[in-house]
């Protein structure tokens, strides 16, 4: 999905400058640049993402995830000690808000997705950071087409037991 192709720069611009900024060494970049790059990328990740869905309302909806991953982002960073899942809940979160939902509660499987990956990227922080911080940008997005993709499948087999007679 081109908004993920969107994300991995975005991404990798406010880890290069959180990296930078965390660096004591004199050598280090300066951390301002990058971070400011990534979030300046964000929006079009999330415009992006409300276009190319076809929501009705994409530039509300682009707007609304804006506002939300920043809402879910910066208190999952100040509470998890690793930034790498913050960004992925509030991108996630944003992503919730951007995508178009094509069937009622949609918004549920989602956001219980975003909530599933956010832990998921926790525990793996720990586990194997190296690989984390690769495969993080990955994760918002992709959780939100698995979230959507198991509400059909759950829609489709309670319609197959409704026509063959089954509660």
């Not at 994760?139 to 063959?164: I, K």
Request: net charge negative; aromatic share 6%; with cysteine.
């Amino acid at each position: 999905m081109l908004s993920t192709l969107l994300l991995v720069p975005a991404y990798w611009g406010i880890v290069a400058g959180l990296v930078s900024m965390a660096s004591e060494s004199p050598d280090a970049p300066p951390a301002g640049p990058a971070i400011a790059f990534g979030l300046a990328l964000l929006p079009f990740v999330f415009i992006a993402l409300a276009f190319l869905s076809e929501n009705p309302r994409a530039p509300g909806a682009a707007l609304k995830a804006m506002g939300l991953s920043v809402l879910v982002g910066i208190p999952v960073s100040a509470i998890v000690p690793d930034a790498i899942t913050g960004l992925v809940a509030g991108i996630g979160a944003g992503g919730v808000a951007a995508l178009r939902a094509d069937e009622e509660g949609a918004w549920k499987a989602r956001a219980i997705a975003v909530l599933t990956v956010s832990v998921y990227a926790v525990v793996m922080v720990r586990i194997v950071p190296d690989v984390t911080l690769l495969l993080a940008p990955t994760l918002p997005f992709t959780c939100l087409g698995v979230a959507d993709h198991l509400l059909e499948r759950r829609r489709e087999q309670a319609e197959e037991r409704l026509s063959a007679g089954r509660p």
